[in-house]
């Protein structure tokens, strides 16, 4: 049977994981899912202090917004970010934390994976949202991208799920996979322009073209894939302009790359998934 024809015959217990997963992540918390607002505002908080006031990171003005917020412009990165390694991390386990409905009933195995991520849309709308209607106050204007900000979220939501799926089943078989991705997602996020602007590598590789350093430092900055989505969502939301061209199409490809390539992985190893969990 075919990936669409699979998802299509589970989309009832997609949409019931979903939202158990939903209403499962703050369950019997005081504030429920206002952590989903407390969590990134407490990290924008710590990095706005450590990189915005301490190391006097430079801001840049938006382009056509005018508006020149280090918090703001450090959201506009670390939303989509958060929402990525969130989906990864949490993709990931979804195998092992669900072994037993795993071995007691049979059904489309990705769709636990598949769940997990589109559970963290549900935050990640709500993040942007409010990120909105804070860029709104202080005059940025992004609601004219709304239709293109679907897309780059549909896009990133792909290409996590993609890479999640892959995870996935690698965290069955070898249950270290877990401890490299997290140390691989801190080197991760360091190696994007989240916490600094992309002017400060391009500065660095004029530096090193100037003192006769041929290393293509720029160029392999470029390849990240996530160095690429948070340039389309700052495009938008903090310049308020068109994304470069070259960004949305990178985006496009390496979504259905991870995507296809995540399916293939767990279509060809998951024959022995209930035996090693």
């Not at 369950?27 to 206002?34: A, V």
Request: glycine share 8%.
């Amino acid at each position: 049977m075919s990936v669409i024809g699979d998802l299509k015959d589970s989309r009832g217990l997609l949409v019931n994981l979903t939202l158990r997963e939903v209403r499962g992540k703050y369950k019997r918390t005081l504030l429920g899912q206002g952590w989903s607002l407390l969590n990134p505002i407490a990290v924008l908080l710590i990095y706005t202090l450590v990189f915005g006031f301490v190391l006097r990171v430079p801001v840049p003005i938006g382009e056509n917004s005018g508006v020149q917020i280090f918090a703001l412009y450090l959201a506009c990165g670390l939303i989509p970010w958060t929402f990525f390694s969130n989906s990864v991390t949490s993709g990931m386990g979804a195998l092992l934390g669900n072994a037993n409905l795993l071995r007691k009933v049979y059904f489309w195995r990705p769709t636990l994976v598949v769940a997990s991520v589109f559970a963290w849309d549900v935050t990640f709308a709500i993040e942007l949202l409010v990120l909105m209607a804070a860029l709104l106050i202080v005059g940025s204007m992004p609601l004219p991208w709304l239709p293109l900000l679907l897309l780059a979220v549909v896009l990133l939501t792909v290409f996590a799920l993609g890479i999640a799926l892959m995870l996935s089943v690698a965290n069955v078989y070898f249950r270290d996979t877990q401890h490299f991705v997290s140390i691989g997602m801190q080197l991760w996020f360091y190696a994007t322009p989240i916490v600094y602007p992309y002017s400060l590598i391009q500065d660095q590789a004029d530096r090193m073209a100037a003192d006769g350093n041929g290393f293509p430092l720029e160029t392999i900055y470029r390849l990240n894939p996530m160095e690429r989505f948070v340039s389309v969502f700052r495009s938008m939301l903090y310049d308020n302009t068109w994304p470069q061209w070259g960004d949305v199409l990178f985006c496009v490809v390496v979504a259905a790359a991870s995507l296809g390539i995540g399916i293939w992985v767990f279509t060809r190893s998951q024959h022995r998934l209930v035996e090693e969990l």
